[in-house]
């Protein structure tokens, strides 16, 4: 069964700084998505980034962008210019479209701003 | 507008009796699925389908019940045999299977059984 580990149960950030949040992963499988998803305080999930397993490149979007270490089976996020708006819950997921269709999330790392 | 409606957002239920949690979409996506979130914890899959017609069990299917007639409903009933349904529980569709990981999220329905 594939796993999804997120070993920062919270982290704190300044407005304007940068932060990176950790996940981990196992898997055997050679063809999958990693995601990263937030919840904010409404508690609706929004994808905020996607990262496909063939790809070396690792994905932006604006302010936030990921590290993939596929070797590693690792999978950070890094928020840059962090904002208040970006206080939330953040959830790793894994995805593999040919063994078992299913979204494995982590626990959760809940990401504090400070003004 | 496009998305997903979960209603209602919170439901109370006496022990013993079924309740049904609806979740619909107007997105045109084949695919749907039911979360359930415990406090201070990730999402667990309950169900989910790929199709009309057609769905599967997800990790924690006891106690539940799930029917996808329509392709943009897929309602969920909670049954007396959950032992512990309290928790907030979160729809979402996907386009399809291929696309399955990049899901979109209704806005949830907090169950509380007293």
């Known amino acids: 069964a594939q796993t999804v580990t997120q070993s920062q149960p919270e982290m704190s950030v300044q407005e304007a700084e940068t932060v990176t949040l950790s996940c981990t992963y196992d898997t055997s499988e050679s063809d999958y998505y990693l995601f990263w998803y937030k919840q904010p305080p409404s508690r609706q999930m929004i994808l905020v980034i996607r990262?496909?397993?063939?790809?070396?490149q690792n994905a932006t979007e604006n302010r936030f962008s990921v590290n993939f270490q596929k070797a590693a089976k690792s999978f950070s996020l890094k928020i840059s210019d962090s904002q208040l708006g970006d206080a939330a819950m953040y959830f790793c997921a894994y995805y593999p479209p040919n063994a078992g269709n299913m979204l494995t999330f982590g626990g959760g790392t809940r990401l504090m701003v400070k003004p | 507008d496009g998305g997903i409606t979960q209603s209602p957002k919170y439901l109370f239920r006496k022990e013993g009796q079924n309740v049904t949690l609806s979740c619909e979409q107007n997105l045109n996506h084949d695919a749907m699925y039911w979360y359930r979130q415990d406090p201070g914890q990730g999402l667990r899959l309950i169900y989910y389908s790929q199709i009309v017609n057609d769905f599967q069990k997800g990790d924690i299917a006891e106690g539940y019940s799930v029917s996808r007639e329509k392709k943009e409903s897929f309602p969920l009933t909670v049954t007396s045999a959950q032992k512990n349904p309290t928790a907030f529980y979160l729809c979402?569709?996907?386009?399809?299977?291929?696309?399955?990981?990049?899901?979109?999220f209704g806005p949830g329905t907090r169950l509380t059984v007293l």
């Open positions: 979402a569709s996907s386009i399809g299977v291929r696309t399955g990981g990049e899901q979109f």
């Open positions: 990262q496909e397993a063939y790809k070396q």
